[in-house]
C-alpha cells in the first residue's frame, strides 16, 4: 500500500515539475509584462500631441493679440484671447515701433503632471 502512494505521489510530482519546468504559457506572461509599457508610453506621446496643439494654438494667439494692440484695438484683446487660448495670462511691452504680447499657459500633460507653455510675439506699430 506505501509503494502504491509513493508511486502516485512520485507521478504527480513529475507532472507538476514538467509544468513548472515546461515554457507553455510563457509568452502570456510576457504580453502581460510589457502591456502596461506599452499603454504608459501611448499616453505620454498622446499627451505630448496636445500639448504641443496647444503650444501652436498659443502662438497664434499671441500673434493675433500683438497685431490688435499695435492698431490699437486694444479694448478687443481680451475676448480674443478668451477664445484663442482661454486661461492664459498675458502681458504686452510697447516700443517706439514695435508691440510684444508675451502669453502664459499652464497646460496639463496627462499622468505627468503639469508645463507652463510660453508665446512671445511683436508687431510693428504702423508709424504711430
Sequence with gaps: MIAVVTTRVQGRLVRLVRLVDG????????FAMTMPAVILVVAIV?????VTSQSVRLADAAAV???QTARGDRGSVGATLARLAPGASVSDSVGADLVCV???????VGPLGEVTLTSRSCAPTAGR
Design 23 to 30: 515554457e507553455g504559457g510563457s509568452a502570456t506572461v510576457e
Design 46 to 50: 498622446v499627451a505630448s500631441l496636445g
Design 65 to 67: 493679440a500683438a497685431r
Design 102 to 108: 508675451d502669453l502664459r499657459q499652464e497646460v496639463r
